[in-house]
């Protein structure tokens, strides 16, 4: 577990669960969050679609972070609290606490991962507080999901302020539950049918758990955390399948203004959920790559 200091509700100092793999060899550590109805240990799939496997097989350390609320970190009765920005600031301190307690964090430098809403959270997290010496968003476009979105919140599309302060109101209309649980299952946008690998489904189903209202439905507004990307400093790598839920951006020099470099990749034959489809290998390698060149 890591410490925060945050005060959440009823929590007095938040804590977030964590797995650790120290690097060997390599200066690299890979700190991984997930997308939303997602623990840690989506990073770790079994049945061969493991990301920490193929990092840690090049050298790499792999820290994974479980959000707020979610598998083992603390949860407060309230997941309306659970903000996309309170997401960030928990986790860039708990990253802090970890690099104080762990030499071999300290002495590497960090990469954020984070896949569909982890890697908003990774976004907003790099944008405010410097954390990573680079960043890689799977699943990632600002598009949003405008077409999921509840007629209230498309009238405040306009208006960023207006949406951002009507955002818990609008998500308790939305989730009636405050930590509800929406089923992984099924083919489209995340699995693309025919194309996952076997065992695909049970591997996602074993790593699922309840969503977080809050930043879920927040990662449907679409260009709403734009000028974000242009506070980033580090390079950026966007890796997202041809047939994902989300699209990759056209213009990703001119969102990414302020990074030295910033890449598009698109995976052929797959959908939102990258790891369990052939094209992993392509885009592991590809990662392992780019972390050398930066």
Known sequence: MAPTGLTVGEVDNLELGVSWWPPQGSDIVFVGLAGGGMKRQYFDLQGGFSFVAAMRARGHGCLLVDHPGVGDSDRPSDGYLLSPRLLAEAHHRALGALRGSLPELAAARTVGVGHSMGALISLIQQAGHGSHAALV??????????????????????????????????????????????????????????????????????????????????????HHWDALAARVKVPVLIALGDKDLVKAPDNVDQLFSGSPGAEVLVLPETGHSQFVFASRAELFAKIDQWVEQI
């Open 137 to 222: 968003l799977l699943g990632f476009g600002f598009d949003g999901l405008p077409q999921y979105l509840p007629p209230a919140a498309r009238a405040l599309l306009n208006d960023r302020a207006a949406l951002e302060a009507a955002s818990v109101e609008l998500a308790r209309g939305l989730f009636r539950e405050p930590y509800p649980i929406v089923s992984q299952g099924g083919n489209g946008g995340l699995y693309a049918g025919s194309n996952a690998e076997p065992g695909a489904l049970e591997a996602i189903r074993n790593v699922s758990t309840h969503l977080l209202p809050l930043p879920a439905f927040m990662s449907m507004y679409p």
